[in-house]
């Protein structure tokens, strides 16, 4: 199982991947000690002072890590079988010292790993930013991210579990065509929103709304933070059951 | 284990503790010496600790790659002198891992208790509402704890890796596990000493400060290091001890919240105090687990050599 995972590890170029992250983690440190946060109202104040334009610019990075990070997997996802595909390497699983169970666990524990990897990371960026930032609004937004991390790993790890058995048994050509199918419906829903829908509501959309609801619905929050990841795992596993029934008695062809 | 395995294994060890404690104490030190304030006005660790003690926390498993690297050990995932990160639920070690995040509620609910017991005035009902707006999020606490602990327990992997992971399996070795747990767990007590100067642990404001704080550290980590060792080596992965440090770090109590320290009157002002009591279970429990532990491993020096070690480090 080691070996299978080393494999993927460096199928998906994890040592250039970890190297990039190491040093982009070290630059925001340096970036947010250079640049510490004011105590004032950073929403306003962002134009006006230092300190507040700092946090409003230094902000977006976590932000953006975060999104970027747990977005991966499912980049990964078409990629690990994908390359298992270049060389072959379902055609010679009989033969092997593993059996096929142990081929699709590999694949399973391999984004899970990188998910609570990458989620860990993204607490660690939270931290950066909070290390050096001042008491304001901006602040709050970002330990309202930290909150929801859990949420967002939950959602990476329920969107692998997806893809994940159309790619192990449907091999990356027709999976990747059925994730763009899904993919141009969700596109064309949200063009039809736009073109359709109330636009009235999306000039409503204010994230100091949503860091105010997010300080007085303490409770709504840690019950999505308990139960997200509890769910997600759930399906997770499920996902992982599905896909070795339907590998279980399945012949490899010549061509995969 | 012959004079020259274990003069290499000592070597090791070495190398290890030179590594992590070089990383770790050295941020912990700049940190310290920058002036820069590590408690907030209200007791809280501040910003800038933090982010020093999650990296410092990461150091032990940085010092466990280094000093791979150097000895040249390799990277196994699993099996004897490996990075002990395998996860298997097989043969009923799946108890150890629900065991891990129980346990830590447990000796935390009754360190509370043993507070309450001994000065009943200090429980106050309406005290939580001080600390959240709702009540459900009180008796939900636990259960929040379980999943961040498992979640997030990154910082506790770290430590795990390079105590329970390296150490510990290192230091049996030596000198058997009734001598390990004691010597490992002053270790790894001593490197927390520069946050314990810093007031991390038990704050600045108590008797004897800092060099109680020093020997209170030490002992705390002996018991929970035993606890920590034990599940370790029944699992043979570090995630468990993971699981279970995360779990002890966001100190996983009901009863907390319905403690009002400023009814607190007498010696139990004083943090070291409090902690003593507080601790008195966790105590209790490491040792009725080493015991448990040993009494189980003395029936198994009756098995074959090679079945005994398995049982120790698969």
Known sequence: ??????????????????????????????????LPGGDIDAADAATQTDAGLYDFFLWTLPAMFVFCSLGLPSIWTKSLI??????????????????????????????????????SVSLIWCEIYNCNAGKNQITDLIEALKSFLIVFASASIVIAAVELPFFITL????AQMIKTAILEFLFLLVV???????????????????????????????????????ISTLIYFLSFKLTYVLNKNREVGIDE | MNKAEKKTELRNLLIYFAV????????????????????????????????????????????????????????????????MLGIDFKNGRFIFYIL???IPWLYTELGNLMSVIIQPECFDKQFFRTAV???????????????????????????????????????????????????????????????????????????????????????????MGIILTCITLKTGSVWPAAFLHAVNNTSPSII??????????????????????????????????????CLKEQKKRHLPKKQLNNTLYS
């Open chain 1, 1 to 34: 199982m080691g070996g299978l995972l080393y494999k993927d590890f460096l199928s998906v170029k994890g040592k250039k991947i970890s190297l990039i992250i190491l040093v982009l983690t070290f630059v925001f440190l340096v970036l947010r000690l250079l």
């Open chain 1, 82 to 119: 994908s390359n298992d595909e270049k060389s072959k390497i379902k055609a010679f699983t009989k033969a092997l010292p593993f059996g096929k169970n142990t081929y699709i666990a590999s694949k399973y524990i391999f984004i899970a790993v990188s998910v609570y990897i990458l989620m």
């Open chain 1, 171 to 174: 091999g990356t050509g027709k």
């Open chain 1, 192 to 230: 039809a929103g736009l073109f359709f829908g109330d636009l009235e509501k999306l000039e409503k959309i204010d994230l100091l709304v949503f860091v105010e609801w997010y300080k007085t619905h303490t409770f709504t929050v840690n019950l999505w933070a308990v139960l997200s990841p509890v």
């Open chain 2, 20 to 83: 992590t404690f070089g990383i770790s104490w050295g941020m912990f030190f700049a940190f310290i010496l920058s002036g820069k304030p590590f408690l907030n006005d209200d007791g809280s660790v501040g910003n800038m600790a933090n982010i020093i003690c999650t990296l410092g926390m990461l150091s032990p498993a940085a010092g466990v790659v280094i000093t791979r690297h150097i000895t040249k050990e390799g990277f196994k995932l699993t099996g004897e002198n490996s990075l």
């Open chain 2, 100 to 102: 891990a995040l129980l």
């Open chain 2, 133 to 223: 707006d709702d009540v459900k999020t009180v008796y939900f606490y636990p259960v929040m704890a379980f999943v961040s602990g498992v979640y997030f327990s990154m910082g506790g992997l770290g430590e795990e890796m390079g105590w329970r992971g390296y150490m510990m399996p290192k230091l049996i070795k030596l000198c058997g596990l009734p001598k390990a747990v004691v010597i490992g767990g002053i270790i790894w007590g001593m490197w927390h000493w520069p946050l314990t100067y810093a007031g991390h642990n038990f704050g600045t404001q108590y008797r004897g400060y800092p060099f109680t704080g020093f020997a209170a550290m030490a002992i705390l980590t002996v018991f």
């Open chain 2, 256 to 293: 907390q919240f319905f403690i009002n320290p400023e009814k607190i009157t007498g010696a139990l002002t004083d943090r070291m105090v409090s902690f003593v009591v507080y601790s008195i279970p966790m105590a209790v429990i490491a040792v009725i687990i080493l015991t448990v532990y």
